[in-house]
């Protein structure tokens, strides 16, 4: 592995995207850490602190995940790629409810970049309601629940327009550093400014569980590389199904009679569920925190004992079959067999011993089926170990952010591999060595 990153450091062209990489990924690290006009950064870290220790902080660990702790820093890119990914996958489910939309996905590069439009102008949109919401949240005081003022001047009007402007532009420049990199960088941009913002946690949630004894630290790393190594060998896992393409006669030429596969993979959802499931279940948990410190009913009792604990059973399972329920639901709508059916048959293409038409869409709906749900308690699995293991890792609020489960091992593991693919792909064309063998 280290000879073919020296093979690709040496290639000038590969050398400039790597290097243009690191760049645009340091730039946003930066940009993490620069606080937003007016904000008192002192008094921040002293909220956070108490919010941490009395797990206030847990509601909004998903987007903060996201943003490698920039969201309750305030600063300039506090909503990271959240509203970017939030309008992603907006725009793709509403390809199956609106025609005019599948029409446009069906068009190629013309109609991809009609939905890119489309998918920027409603990240602006998601970022400015999420702006005004996190800033209006600062400036009541109800973001950590503090005794301490958070902006410089809380009653100016002027100054909460300036902030949600300044997240909003900051939203802006994440996406153009995303599509920068997809275009000038090795690819992937918005998952690789993911992971990097997810790998900006390890080493603070590595020091809180290294603080709770030797021990323990040895029994994560241990965990860590077992989960790691099953995330790697499940998402490369696929059910190949075999093609067989019949000869055809076109002019002169004979094309056809080539055989091929049609990969299906285990994890067919990626990590889409688990995005789903958490933002369902932190519904409950920002209902009762907007409520403040009213008197507390047995409906609120029950909802903060066992919904909205993460260490409760009930949160668990909960947690567990809306990932099962969102891994099915997201691959009905993002594989159609009877579009893959009627594709094949266009071009002459046959499962062996399988009819084509509606036959062949029967049996890939069959074997989708059948793949799906050992790929949805696989993830289920992944995502509920750092609720498990909540006890011994720390508060509630650091749930969502360990190293070694959840949505962080999932997005990390992903993008790795596929950045390697890229990497790969391109070396295999200069006919170099790659990484994979």
Not at 43 to 61: L, P, V
Not at 197 to 205: D, G, K, L, N, Y
Request: with cysteine; proline share 4%; aromatic share 10%.
């Amino acid at each position: 592995m280290l000879k073919a990153f020296g093979s690709a450091m040496r290639t000038p062209d590969l050398r400039n995207k790597i290097l243009f990489t690191l760049l645009i990924i340091a730039l946003y690290r930066v940009g993490a850490h620069v606080p937003s006009p007016g904000v008192l950064v002192g008094n921040i870290q002293q909220c956070i602190k108490q919010a941490n220790a009395g797990g206030q902080a847990d509601i909004y660990s998903l987007v903060n995940l996201f943003s490698g702790g920039a969201l309750l820093q305030l600063s300039i890119f506090a909503l990271g790629i959240m509203p970017y990914i939030t309008a992603s996958i907006i725009i793709q489910l509403l390809t199956v409810v609106i025609p005019r939309f599948e029409l446009l996905k069906k068009e190629g590069q013309s109609g991809q970049s009609k939905l890119t439009q489309y998918t920027r102008y409603l990240t602006i949109a998601l970022a400015v309601l999420q702006g005004t919401g996190i800033v209006a949240l600062a400036r009541s005081g109800q973001l950590f629940q503090c005794d301490r003022d958070i902006l410089a001047n809380k009653d100016s009007i002027f100054q909460y327009a300036i902030l949600v402007i300044t997240m909003t532009a900051g939203t802006a420049v994440v996406m153009w550093f995303g599509e920068l990199l997809t275009e000038k960088g090795v690819g992937n941009g918005m998952s690789l400014l993911m992971a990097t913002s997810i790998a900006a946690r390890i080493p603070a949630e590595g020091a809180s569980i290294a603080s709770r004894g030797q021990a323990i630290l040895i029994a994560m790393i241990a965990l860590s590389l077992v989960v790691i190594v099953t995330v790697v060998f499940v998402e490369q896992a696929q059910r190949r199904i075999p093609v067989q393409y019949a000869k055809r006669m076109i002019g002169r030429k004979m094309y056809g009679g080539t055989s091929t596969y049609l990969p299906l993979k285990v994890n067919q959802a990626g990590v889409i569920p688990v995005i789903f499931a958490s933002s369902l279940l932190y519904i409950p948990q920002l209902i009762v925190q907007l409520q403040g410190n009213s008197e507390a009913g047995a409906v609120r009792r029950f909802f903060e004992n066992y919904v909205i604990n993460q260490s409760s059973w009930v949160h668990i399972a909960l947690y567990f079959l809306l990932i099962i329920f969102f891994a099915y639901f997201y691959v009905a709508i993002t594989f159609n067999p009877e579009e893959r059916a009627d594709e094949m048959k266009r071009y002459g293409g046959f499962i062996p011993s399988i009819r084509p038409g509606r036959p062949t869409a029967e049996y890939l709906q069959y074997v989708l089926n059948r793949i799906t749900l050992p790929g949805s308690i696989y993830l289920g699995v992944v995502a509920i170990l750092p609720n498990l293991l909540l006890s011994l890792t720390g508060p509630a609020g650091t749930s969502q952010n360990l190293p070694f489960g959840g949505t962080a091992v999932l997005i990390l593991v992903g993008v790795s591999l596929e950045t390697v693919k890229q990497i790969e792909s391109q070396l295999q064309q200069r006919n170099y060595e790659g990484f994979l063998r």
